[in-house]
């Protein structure tokens, strides 16, 4: 009759440990984020500008020598619709591996030495302010999750970008629910736009799809 008292005891271990699992995986993985977020920022303000031309009639992106490496600050990203827009955003680190979307939202790369397929694209990197899809892709319930709410993003709402070489409006034109293994949205055909694309998993705590928002380029400084 002792085997019931034990077993009791070690399903009593196991649950503790799965909450003690869970509740890391959803706050213990957000206050390491927002850890490396407060040393991202420190370390982008510390970069200087980039010299762009004020008198230029278009948009244009960083100079072809910006190379960052993997989990560098690269741009800020604002959403006011989802409350994504404190004095700081979030800050965007380059590559989108595990261990740089544990930084923060990921922009995503093209191949090049630090970058393996299938994590980045062979078509040529393309930057906001640029002609072409701007990809960044971030968590949704872990890690701070900072597309939690990106579900709630419809035709008409703006989404920030601020960069070392301008700041740059995109408005939200369609939402769209696709198969995780959808190559089409990391290497798109047709049209050449600026635009910005933002995926995550779909439906939260689950990585059974992808949830996509597509934004057009409508203002920039």
């Known amino acids: 009759m002792r085997i019931l008292p034990i077993l009791g005891k070690f399903l009593i271990s196991v649950g503790v440990g799965v909450l003690i699992f869970v509740g890391w995986t959803l706050w213990g993985t957000g206050i390491a984020t927002h850890r490396e977020q407060n040393e991202l920022f420190d370390e982008y303000a510390s970069l200087p500008p980039f010299k762009v031309f004020a008198a230029q009639s278009e948009p244009s992106g ?22 994504l827009n404190d004095d700081k955003g979030f800050m965007v680190v380059e590559g989108v591996t595990d261990s740089s979307l544990a930084k923060g939202p ?17 078509l040529p990197e393309v930057w906001p302010g640029e002609k072409g899809r701007v990809i960044v892709s971030g968590h949704r319930t872990t890690h701070a999750a900072p597309f939690y ?41 047709g049209s050449r736009d600026p635009e910005l694309v933002l995926t995550t998993c779909n439906p939260r705590f689950s990585a059974a799809e992808r949830l996509v928002i597509f934004a057009e380029l409508t203002d920039w400084e």
């Open 62 to 83: 960083p100079p072809n020598s910006f190379k960052p490496g993997p989990g560098d600050p690269v741009f800020k990203i604002k959403i006011p619709k989802i409350e």
């Open 106 to 122: 990921g922009h995503y790369p093209n191949c090049r030495p630090g970058f393996e397929p299938p994590l980045c694209t062979q």
């Open 149 to 189: 709410d990106i579900n709630e993003l419809h035709k008409g709402d703006e989404i920030f970008i601020e960069s070392r070489w301008g700041d740059f409006t995109y408005t939200v034109y369609k939402q769209e629910i696709v198969s995780p293994n959808q190559i089409g949205i990391a290497n798109p055909a």
